[in-house]
């Protein structure tokens, strides 16, 4: 069972900036999610973005997702504190589970 | 909106224990997950089931075992623990058929083997 890979695997930015994280893996997809994770909590999905789309927004959330290069990027637009968190992407293997990436931390400095 | 929620937030046990992580959904979600998180090996799968009475073998089944009786409650076994089942642990619960859908975790378990 394979895992995502994710980059970078800690990002610290200035508030009001953008933050970027890719996550690349290795298989055929249905779909790709992103989750999360405030320290010491359970993770939050975010999105979901599907195999035959491209690009989705949600609020300051930008997903997109390249099939032929099997990465994905999430993009936070106007940075604020309460960004700080772990963020994960997560794709099907097969139908029956999600493999998780190993997340990017993010650090939002006021 | 969907809750999940799990019996402890932090549990102390010690080696050789048989320990109990209850994890109850209220959204009648078919799949239930339950991962463990450990630093820089990210979330790896231990159990599911996608019905009541049912259940499959994840990554890491090794020194666990699962119940599902009833389709809102699935229970993680640790039917001996060690030490190096220190962890975090996450219940999580998704509708539909199979993992295609986005998941409801639970706040986590906090797991210290003595």
């Known amino acids: 069972s394979q895992q995502g890979e994710e980059d970078p695997q800690a990002l610290s930015i200035q508030e009001g900036e953008n933050a970027t994280m890719n996550c690349s893996y290795k298989?055929?997809?249905?779909?790709l999610q992103w989750y999360r994770q405030n320290s010491g909590r359970g993770l939050v999905h975010l999105i979901l973005?599907?195999?035959?789309?491209r690009e989705k927004h949600s609020g300051r959330l930008r997903v997109t997702l390249d099939t032929s290069k099997k990465s994905s990027s999430l993009l936070i637009t106007a940075s604020r504190a309460a960004d700080t968190a772990s963020y994960f992407c997560?794709?099907?293997?097969?139908?029956?589970?999600?493999?998780f990436g190993q997340g990017t931390r993010l650090t939002i400095n006021p | 909106d969907v809750k999940v929620t799990q019996s402890s937030r932090y549990l102390v046990k010690r080696t050789g224990e048989k320990v109990f992580l209850e994890c109850v959904q209220d959204?009648?979600?078919?799949?239930m997950f339950w991962y463990r998180q450990d630093p820089g090996l990210g979330l790896r799968l231990i159990y599911f089931?996608?019905?009541?009475?049912?259940?499959e073998k994840g990554d890491i089944p090794e020194g666990y075992s699962v119940s599902r009786e009833k389709k809102e409650r699935f229970s993680l076994i640790l039917e001996s623990a060690s030490t190096n089942q220190t962890s975090m642990y996450l219940c999580?619960?998704?509708f539909g058929r199979g993992a295609r859908n986005e998941q409801f975790f639970g706040p986590g378990t906090r797991l210290t083997v003595l």
């Open positions: 999580a619960s998704s």
């Open positions: 298989t055929s997809i249905n779909n």
């Open positions: 973005i599907r195999s035959n789309e």
């Open positions: 997560a794709f099907n293997e097969g139908a029956q589970k999600l493999v």
């Open positions: 959204m009648d979600h078919e799949n």
């Open positions: 089931s996608y019905d009541v009475k049912m259940k």
